[in-house]
């Protein structure tokens, strides 16, 4: 078990992290795009400014993360180990991702780009997505109950395909609701 560790600059698409558990660590400016992070147990810790694209987090368990501006493209949320997954995200770059049939509730998505991202079958239940870009994510049989999208932009919602009872939306951002109408609203 690593325990309080600083990891800063570290390049881990060559030199591959060590399988174990790590609690209570930082990564800085840490690379690990296209790495194997497979079966490796993340606990309350914070990854900044980190480059996660493409990585395979196959069996990989988050408990209480946080990622602050990292690059995210391309991962498999779904894949992860799904005992205890909570994480948040801060001025990060999601594209592409999926979280397809996760259990986020209560996540929060702050400042996030999240185009193309599949919440397919997600439980998004009081998920906050403030200031977030949500172009092209899809929302389908998703548990959306009080989540929070007054300042997301760019969403398109079926609320016939969604559960959406107490979910919180700007006056401006209603049009995303009814573009499944091709309703032209000026």
Same mark, same amino acid.
């Given at each position: 078990m690593v325990e309080d560790q600083k990891f800063n600059k570290q390049d881990f698409t060559e030199n591959r992290l060590p399988h174990g558990d790590y609690e209570y660590c930082t990564f800085s400016n840490c690379n690990f795009s296209n790495a194997f992070l497979?079966?490796?147990?993340?606990?309350e810790c914070e990854f900044i400014d980190c480059n996660?694209?493409?990585?395979n987090i196959s069996h990989s368990t988050f408990q209480d993360v946080? #990622?602050?501006?990292c690059k995210m493209l391309g991962l498999h949320f779904e894949s992860c180990d799904?005992?205890?997954?909570?994480?948040?995200? @801060?001025?990060?770059?999601l594209e592409h991702s999926s979280f397809y049939q996760m259990d986020l509730k209560s996540t929060r998505f702050l400042d996030t780009n999240l185009s193309h991202v599949d919440f397919t079958e997600a439980n998004l239940g009081g998920v906050v997505f403030n200031n977030c870009d949500l172009k092209h994510?899809? #929302?389908?049989q998703s548990n959306l109950e009080g989540a929070d999208f007054r300042t997301a932009i760019n969403y398109n919602l079926n609320p016939e395909? @969604?559960?959406?009872?107490?979910?919180?939306f700007s006056l401006d951002g209603?049009?995303?609701?009814?573009?499944?109408y091709k309703i032209d609203v000026k």
């Amino acid at each position: 078990m690593v325990e309080d560790q600083k990891f800063n600059k570290q390049d881990f698409t060559e030199n591959r992290l060590p399988h174990g558990d790590y609690e209570y660590c930082t990564f800085s400016n840490c690379n690990f795009s296209n790495a194997f992070l497979n079966g490796i147990r993340f606990l309350e810790c914070e990854f900044i400014d980190c480059n996660f694209s493409s990585t395979n987090i196959s069996h990989s368990t988050f408990q209480d993360v946080t #990622f602050q501006g990292c690059k995210m493209l391309g991962l498999h949320f779904e894949s992860c180990d799904t005992f205890g997954f909570s994480v948040q995200f @801060n001025n990060c770059n999601l594209e592409h991702s999926s979280f397809y049939q996760m259990d986020l509730k209560s996540t929060r998505f702050l400042d996030t780009n999240l185009s193309h991202v599949d919440f397919t079958e997600a439980n998004l239940g009081g998920v906050v997505f403030n200031n977030c870009d949500l172009k092209h994510t899809a #929302f389908s049989q998703s548990n959306l109950e009080g989540a929070d999208f007054r300042t997301a932009i760019n969403y398109n919602l079926n609320p016939e395909n @969604n559960k959406m009872k107490g979910a919180k939306f700007s006056l401006d951002g209603v049009v995303g609701l009814l573009t499944k109408y091709k309703i032209d609203v000026k």
